[in-house]
């Protein structure tokens, strides 16, 4: 063998390594420090969720959905106990659908917070990510005192909501979306303003429009590729066309544009829950539904705009008390296609960017 | 007050009067071994309080409380840390290149006690005064490339690997916009003694004369010891710990204290060159110089904790494209001032 000869090199990152978001593990070819290949593996998470629905009730179930985007709880719950509402035929009351709305959105502005916390440490923003986090801590506080529970919320039920907020929450959330505008200028100031964090972001990981439509990506990593797609507005579910929000939009598609459009959003989902307070009205929040839920024969498909891309649930019945069949269509697993080809050649801390970017939850993908 | 400020001078005097001749061999040889002890100590205090510094600059920035539980308001945590890592089993990798996976944490801590010993810490106060000073102290920082790259290859571990190579490119691009800019003051005192330089400081410190060198190597020192945005090599998020992947206990500790160490010296150096050294009113000279060389490690710390990591293109570039043009100009106008000067002054 000759001296001088160049080898590529393969490397293992993951499960276990800083920077991969829980068990995500993928095989980089290197030449020096250029990508030259990446090989996704995934299913250290795997739990079986979708088998173990078949074993359990349909109320037993909706912890366990709580388990698969862990940092957006309440939408998973959302999801699931629609989908069982749409196959049953039930009217929820008012005031459940907009306490859902308003802890959707809740969800989405900690999930987009632990995203932006989650790349600024991925590209060594340490102070980024505790100003993130120290903010998200006052929507768990919400969730504590509404549901008992900061991560793993399981606040809805089929049929409405697990409970009331106490009259504490209120001021609480009055007070932490007075504060949001003071927030998303610090994390600009510390994170998104800076020349370097710019510079390792923009430009970066560019995924075209039509890549991003053949990939059927989805969520804020569609919208910053210039796709304007957003469950909520083409097929509103719950209450969202009653509320005056947009969906924010930017044409970058790079690195920069999927971390920044979570700003956007975070603002809309602010304009949306002070809709929601101005709105709700008094009333009971579950509404009759039989002990046993025993949905008829049939099966049912059902979609909603997950913080992270579109969650969807697809439940076949067989008319017993559990369901024959459970899948989920969880949105950073479609998403993460991207990854393999869009970060072929770059360099391989640009690629922990790019993943970043995706944010995905393992818990989610693997499920 | 002059006897607070010659302090440790009247203590090497006294050391040296026990002897019966206190210029003899026996003499030197003494005075060589306490300040070699001196420099070490230096050192390990240096790290045991910058650890810890680090650590509440830290909590300050990003709003926490930093350690806070051992000792009064958290003060004793890095010796518990350091007694922590004596007590760990010292790992060496199957496939380790053995010798030079020992050899390079020995490396790196001693390259800090090299650099330090020709610090001037006050009047008549440098350890070894070397009429080749700032030579020898950027020679001997360079060395410091060489024990990462050891550490990477030695270590068998692709990660470590890759940090080394990191460290090759980075070090060896920033060492010279470093040199460059500590040009113009050689050029302004004509020569490469600190305590000359230092004693030309006396009217007006060279920051004042020489910004543009001070930014220049205020930043190619932030990348020369490897911080962040200049902490590719041991970036934990891309090669997890870089070089020190595979090291444990002490040899880690090792590190450490090399880091550290490091850090401090690029910081003395910068207080003794353009800083004006141990010159100020009232206060001893060695407060004022140690002084100096905390507001340099305290930006150094209050820079890593605001910025992210710079990338790795952008990093060549800057050294490249940027900070080298700068400090050959930087150079080009020291030349252009100073032979105004003498044109002016009729030397």
Request: hydrophobic letters at 50%; one cysteine or more.
């Amino acid at each position: 063998m000759s001296i001088d000869k160049t080898e590529e090199l393969v490397l293992n990152m993951g499960p276990q390594h800083p920077s991969m978001h829980g068990l995500f593990r993928m095989i980089v070819h290197l030449e020096g420090e250029t990508v030259t290949e990446i090989e996704p593996k995934i299913g250290y998470l795997h739990r079986g969720i979708e088998k173990l629905a078949e074993s359990r009730t349909y109320t037993q179930f909706i912890p366990y959905t709580d388990r698969l985007d862990y940092l957006a709880s309440p939408h998973n719950n959302w999801a699931y106990v629609q989908t069982v509402e749409k196959l049953m035929g039930v009217e929820i009351p008012e005031r459940a659908e907009y306490l859902r709305v308003i802890f959707g959105e809740l969800a989405r502005i900690a999930s987009h917070q632990v995203m932006i916390a989650s790349t600024a440490l991925d590209i060594a923003g340490w102070t980024a990510w505790g100003y993130a986090f120290r903010d998200r801590e006052r929507i768990l506080d919400m969730y504590e005192m509404t549901a008992g529970s900061r991560l793993t919320v399981n606040c809805m039920r089929i049929g409405g909501m697990s409970a009331e907020p106490p009259a504490e929450f209120w001021p609480a959330l009055e007070s932490f979306l007075d504060d949001t505008p003071e927030m998303l200028e610090e994390y600009y100031g510390i994170f998104f303003g800076n020349e370097i964090a710019q510079g390792r972001l923009k430009n970066v990981g560019i995924m075209p429009k039509e890549l991003a439509e053949n990939l059927s990506i989805t969520g804020p990593v569609l919208r910053a590729s210039g796709v304007q797609y957003d469950v909520r507005k083409a097929y509103p579910y719950s209450i969202y066309d009653r509320f005056d929000f947009d969906v924010p939009v930017r044409y970058g598609c790079d690195s920069y544009d999927r971390t920044i459009i979570r700003m956007d959003e975070i603002k809309e989902s602010v304009k949306i829950i002070r809709q929601a307070i101005r709105d709700i009205p008094e009333g009971p929040i579950m509404a009759k539904v039989p002990k046993v839920i025993k949905p008829p024969v049939g099966e049912v498909y059902h979609r909603v705009e997950n913080p992270k891309g579109e969650l969807g649930f697809y439940i076949v019945s067989d008319g017993s008390t559990k369901p024959a069949r459970v899948r989920i269509r969880p949105g950073t697993f479609v998403n993460l296609q991207m990854l393999p080809i869009v970060a072929k050649g770059w360099k391989i801390q640009d690629v922990v960017a790019i993943f970043a970017t995706l944010d995905a939850v393992l818990g989610e993908v693997d499920k | 007050m002059q006897t607070l400020n010659n302090l440790f001078l009247i203590i090497a005097h006294f050391i040296r009067s026990l002897f019966a001749d206190p210029q003899s061999v026996w003499a030197n040889l003494t005075m060589d071994v306490i300040n070699f002890i001196i420099v070490v100590v230096i050192i390990v205090l240096a790290a045991l309080i910058l650890i810890l510094l680090e650590r509440k600059v830290a909590g300050w920035t990003s709003m926490r409380t930093g350690p806070n539980r051992l000792g009064p308001r958290g003060w004793f945590q890095t010796i518990a840390d350091a007694l922590k890592l004596m007590g760990k089993e010292d790992v060496t990798p199957a496939g380790a290149d053995k010798i030079i996976f020992k050899i390079a944490p020995m490396i790196i801590f001693s390259l800090p006690m090299m650099t330090l010993a020709v610090i001037p810490y006050g009047n008549h106060m440098a350890p070894i005064d070397l009429d080749l000073g700032i030579f020898y102290f950027l020679a001997v920082s360079a060395i410091s490339t060489l024990a990462f790259l050891m550490a990477g290859w030695g270590s068998n571990n692709k990660y470590s690997l890759l940090g080394g190579m990191r460290a090759v490119a980075q070090m060896i691009s920033y060492e010279i916009p470093l040199l460059f800019s500590l040009l113009g003051v050689i050029m302004i005192t004509q020569s490469f003694n600190l305590g000359d330089i230092v004693k030309a400081q006396h009217t007006i410190p060279f920051i004042v004369l020489q910004p543009l060198a001070f930014v220049i190597y205020i930043i190619a020192g932030i990348a020369e010891v490897n911080r962040a945005p200049f902490d590719l090599v041991e970036a934990d998020q891309e090669v997890v710990a870089g070089p020190f992947t595979e090291y444990t206990g002490l040899r880690w500790g090792l590190f450490f204290l090399g880091e550290y160490g490091n850090m401090t010296a690029v910081s003395a150096l910068a207080a003794t060159v353009f800083l004006g050294g141990w010159q100020g009113p009232f206060l001893p000279g060695w407060v004022w110089f140690w002084m100096k060389v905390g507001v340099i490690i305290f930006f150094m710390m209050w820079v890593r904790w605001t910025f992210p990591r710079i990338r790795v293109d952008h990093l060549m570039h800057l050294a490249w494209k940027v900070l080298l043009p700068l400090s050959i100009l930087n150079i080009f106008l020291t030349g252009l001032g100073i032979f105004i000067y003498r044109l002016v002054m009729g030397g």
